[in-house]
């Protein structure tokens, strides 16, 4: 399968072995529990109104330090200032301005997503992503998501 190239603008994330081994333990964890193609963990850059990878399962495409810039208003309230995870159920909503790089997505055969948010005492701290096949997601894997989210705050405090 070939891979549709996509260009994103990227920072350096000052990872302590310990932070990004901590990182990399739930992503694992997250992703035999719930299940996904693609787990990344994603802070939210308040001043730049962006998010920054963190951690990827899929370096070689989805890099540590890529940022997402391109988010979709629905998306921003919807996780952002509601504070609520976010649930694309199907190929439609993958579409939709939540998402960069729907071609790459495609590609992948990834239909599916959860942003569970990742929140510190009323404060929106990033998402834990994850990607899979349309249909792979429902209401019940949003919670399961949101515990793992939940295991994610003290690491990302201290980004």
């Excluded at 964890?29 to 920054?52: F, Q």
């Excluded at 569970?116 to 349309?134: E, K, M, P, S, T």
């Excluded at 209401?139 to 003290?154: C, D, F, G, K, N």
């Amino acid at each position: 399968m070939t891979v549709p190239h996509f260009e994103e603008e990227y920072v350096e994330i000052p990872l302590t072995a310990a932070a990004s081994a901590k990182l990399a333990g739930i992503a694992a964890s997250v992703t035999a529990d719930v299940g996904a193609l693609l787990t990344t963990i994603s802070l939210w850059r308040p001043g730049t109104g962006d998010l920054v990878r963190v951690c990827s399962t899929m370096p070689e495409l989805y890099r540590v330090g890529g940022i997402s810039s391109e988010l979709g208003e629905d998306w921003l309230e919807h996780c952002v200032v509601h504070q609520e995870s976010f649930l694309a159920s199907d190929q439609g909503t993958i579409d939709s301005d939540a998402f960069e790089h729907q071609n790459v997505l495609g590609a992948l055969n990834l239909g599916a997503a959860i942003n569970a948010v990742i929140v510190d005492n009323g404060r929106f701290l990033g998402c834990l992503n994850l990607l899979d096949v349309a249909g792979a997601y429902s209401e019940p894997s949003v919670r399961r998501a949101e515990a793992y989210a939940a295991q994610l705050v003290e690491t990302l405090r201290t980004l």
